[in-house]
């Protein structure tokens, strides 16, 4: 079992930054590749980003690609979402998640744990 949770969320303008961090339980976090998605109201959960634990590989929604970095610290069983140019639309309630395994890191059934979210809101 893993358990999740995500802090950092808040209320920022347009083109500010904010930087979201996912605490991971368990001694093996290192075996867990991490992803990130997020809900905006009236929508589908999309993916962002995500981070593979086997290559270290990262993988990016193109809406944010050249905006935001998924990064992870092993020692601190931590995953990050470093957002920066924030626009109104990323306004969303942000995710993180965690697998093992090889899988497919883009779809959000793949995953199979959760943390409970938190929410960003970017102002015009």
């Known amino acids: 079992q893993v358990q999740l949770v995500e802090s950092g969320g808040g209320l920022v303008q347009a083109g500010g930054s904010l930087r979201l961090s996912c605490a991971a339980s368990?001694?093996?976090?290192?075996?867990?590749?991490m992803g990130w998605f997020r809900q905006a109201p009236g929508k589908e959960r999309e993916f962002v980003a995500a981070i593979s634990w086997s290559t270290g590989r990262t993988y990016y929604a193109d809406s944010v690609k050249g905006r935001f970095t998924i990064s992870r610290d092993n020692a601190k069983n931590t995953v990050y979402l470093q957002m920066n140019s924030l626009k109104p639309e990323d306004t969303a309630v942000y995710y993180c998640?965690?697998?093992?395994?090889?899988?497919?890191?883009?779809?959000?059934?793949?995953?199979?744990?959760w943390g409970q979210g938190t929410q960003v809101t970017v102002s015009s």
């Open positions: 998640a965690a697998v093992t395994g090889i899988r497919d890191l883009v779809r959000g059934a793949e995953y199979d744990y």
């Open positions: 368990g001694r093996t976090f290192s075996r867990y590749s």
